[in-house]
Structure formats: C-alpha cells, structure tokens
C-alpha cells in the first residue's frame, strides 16, 4: 500500500505575484455525477518550507490512515508558505501568542490569496461539487482557516480549524458555516482562549452550528487527537452548503 503522501501529486501557482508550492490529491473515487468534495488543507508553522513536501507531515497523516476515510474521495489543495529568514511568513500576519486579531487591521498575504485562487481554480477544472467544499488547518493554519471563512464563507460548507485562532467580530459570517474545532485545554503556544472567545462569540450571534472539543490537560499538539475523530470527520463531509 502506497504511503499516503505519495498519492498526492507536486504542483506550483504564480499567478499572485509569488510561486508556491503546493501538493494535490486527487479523489480515488466520485460519486455517480462523476462529482467529487474538495479540501483545502492549511498547514502549521513547523511545515513551512520549498521543498513542497513538509506541509504533509502533520495533521492528514492521522485521519487517512484511516481507510474509510471520506478524504481518500476528496481533492485535497495543500500549499506550502515558506520559511523566510526571519520567520514572518505566515497564513495571516498574526502574533500567535496573542490568540485573536482583527481582521482589518491585518494586509491579507499572498498565502491566502493563492490558497483560494488554487482552490477556485480546481473546483472549475476538476469537476468538485461546489456544495461539498471544505477547509481544514492546524495551528498557524488554524488562524489561516478562520481567516479564510471569514474573508471567503461563500466558499466552504463547513470548516475544521484546530489549535488557532480568528476574529471574533466577524461572528456573524461564521454563524451561518458548520464549523467544528478543537483545542487542547493547556496549549502554550496559541492560547485556548482562541478557540474558546471564537466559539463564544459564534454562539452570541445566535450561531448553533459551532461544535468545539477542547481536549484536558492537552498541549498544543492537539491536532493528533482532532484528526483522529474519524466519526466527526465523516459527519462534515455529510454537510452540503446551503
């Protein structure tokens, strides 16, 4: 059996001003409209890179050891932002050790803006089921997925953003998306209120359907447990935009 890197095929984008490197898995089957779900999946700081492979070590390894797993009939869209000398890269250009942040304060990065060009570009040429769009992220990418429902929520029937952070004032975007996320109770890395003052507010605009598990004593490893949820896994796949 191949390693489940290994069915994920190398790629580039240059069309927003940078080359990122990305992989791309293609679903091993679709459904009888020749119709597949996609994921855009975020990776955390320890993957950033060039070399077009670390962003997998992480986070999807967990959940596709699972055979069964809905993601084996998915696209999944994993870039890959690069570690620059002074390590300012990033999904969103946050200080992770703050928890939460204010959108419109922040410049949106070419790592976002090439992440959903790619995204876009692939539901267009790859036959994706535009109601089955999903996106998933650990740490840095879990503040870069809250980002990207906020800025894009057209996009996404649900999303699976675990140990970051987002902004709270954009609750009544992210009411209207299925969103599960998790954190683990002592990280000290991001803080938990991230997730928690995230779910709050969600809840406070009148959201229900926020799920969050926040995992005892749990550093920020987290997303080995988060991606081990296979029944949760499978229950957001079930979810179609609209």
Not at 40 to 52: K, M, Q, S
Not at 55 to 77: F, T, Y
Not at 140 to 169: H, N, Q, T, V
Request: include cysteine; aromatic fraction near 12%.
């Amino acid at each position: 059996m191949k390693h489940y890197t290994e069915t994920f095929e190398f790629a580039t984008y240059d069309k927003c001003g940078k080359t990122v490197p990305y992989r791309i898995h293609y679903p091993e089957h679709r459904d009888e409209n020749g119709k597949c779900p996609a994921v855009l999946f975020l990776h955390g700081a320890g993957e950033r890179g060039t070399d077009n492979q670390l962003q997998l070590r992480i986070g999807l390894d967990v959940a596709m050891k699972d055979e069964d797993s809905p993601l084996h009939d998915a696209l999944i869209i994993a870039p890959q932002v690069e570690m620059d000398e002074h390590q300012k890269e990033r999904w969103v250009y946050s200080d992770w050790g703050l928890g939460n942040y204010n959108m419109d304060e922040l410049e949106e990065s070419v790592w976002v803006k090439s992440a959903v060009a790619i995204l876009k570009e692939k539901i267009e040429e790859c036959n994706v089921d535009p109601e089955r769009v999903y996106i998933m992220g650990i740490s840095m990418g879990g503040f870069g997925s809250w980002y990207i429902m906020a800025k894009y929520p057209e996009l996404f029937a649900a999303g699976f953003p675990c140990c970051g952070a987002g902004d709270p004032s954009k609750a009544d975007i992210l009411k209207n998306i299925p969103i599960f996320t998790f954190h683990g109770e002592i990280d000290d890395v991001v803080p938990v209120s991230g997730t928690r003052e995230m779910v709050a507010a969600i809840k406070a605009a009148g959201g229900d359907k926020i799920f969050y598990k926040e995992y005892p004593g749990v550093n920020h490893w987290s997303w080995d447990l988060a991606y081990g949820e296979k029944e949760i896994i499978k229950e957001m796949f079930e979810i179609k935009k609209n």
